[in-house]
């Protein structure tokens, strides 16, 4: 199995422009997560999916903020205008209901800088 | 509302030295609680969790973790360090209400560092 699947890697931005990240869960994975670490807030919860629909949004910061999930193999979380203060790591995990949902499966993340 | 917290940002260890990390948390009812692991440019980790039954649970690379439920602990153990076992280490902790189903509550993060 391939793991959870990220890209880009790295992404370097100026303010204003439009990021969009992507993430492939495990096949069979049922439960798809995005989240943000940073060194002053640590690991954030921005949303999550339970087949393809979103459940929580509450950790998203702003309406610059968007999540999608099209099919249960592809989600992306879009920044649109982004801003400096966005700059973090943005994880994507994923996890199955037949087991313990929270056994959560991290993708390697992106790594956005925003100038 | 569920919470987690870890009180030490650092702990420092000597290798072939016990390691403890420490967790505390908050939560109504019973908790389903864990441990992950983040090594250097990495995502997470899962270590270990503790769901029910034995207090005691056993986990990936030699790590183990007791459930205290009068202390409400879940403290990381590991009875002889490694140098590779340096990385940052979060303890999270679900509630078992429906609309938490699935979302977990990760704490700060501890970083450990083993020296030689």
């Known amino acids: 199995d391939a793991g959870v699947i990220q890209s ?3 992404e ?3 303010m204003g422009q439009e990021v969009t990240l992507r993430c492939k869960p495990i096949s069979g994975h049922d439960y798809l997560f995005w989240y943000r670490q940073t060194m002053m807030r640590g690991l954030e919860l921005l949303i999550y999916f339970n087949n393809n629909v979103p459940i929580d949004d509450s950790g998203m910061p702003e309406d610059r903020f968007s999540a999608k999930m099209p099919n249960a193999s592809f989600s992306t979380l879009k920044i649109q205008p982004s801003e400096p203060r966005d700059s973090a790591v943005y994880f994507c995990a994923s996890s199955q209901t037949s087991s313990v949902p929270e056994t959560q499966y991290f993708g390697p993340g992106t790594r956005l800088l925003v100038l | 509302a569920q919470s987690v917290a870890q009180p030490e940002d650092q702990v420092n260890v000597a290798e072939g030295n016990p390691l403890t990390v420490k967790c505390t948390y908050s939560v109504s009812g019973n908790p ?3 441990w992950y692991v983040q ?3 990495r ?3 899962f270590l270990l ?3 029910t039954g034995d207090n005691l ?3 990936s690379y030699g790590f183990e973790a007791e459930f205290n439920k009068s202390q409400t602990s879940f403290h990381l153990k590991k009875p002889s360090a490694l140098v590779s076992d340096s990385a940052l280490y979060f303890c999270a902790v679900r509630g078992l209400s429906t609309d938490s189903w699935g979302k977990l509550q990760f704490g700060a ?3 450990v560092v083993v020296t030689p």
């Open chain 1, 8 to 10: 880009p890697r790295h």
């Open chain 1, 12 to 14: 370097v931005t100026e």
């Open chain 2, 32 to 34: 389903y609680l864990f």
């Open chain 2, 39 to 41: 090594y250097p440019n």
């Open chain 2, 43 to 45: 995502g997470l980790q």
């Open chain 2, 49 to 51: 969790k503790y769901i």
């Open chain 2, 57 to 59: 649970v056993k986990g």
């Open chain 2, 109 to 111: 993060g501890t970083q």
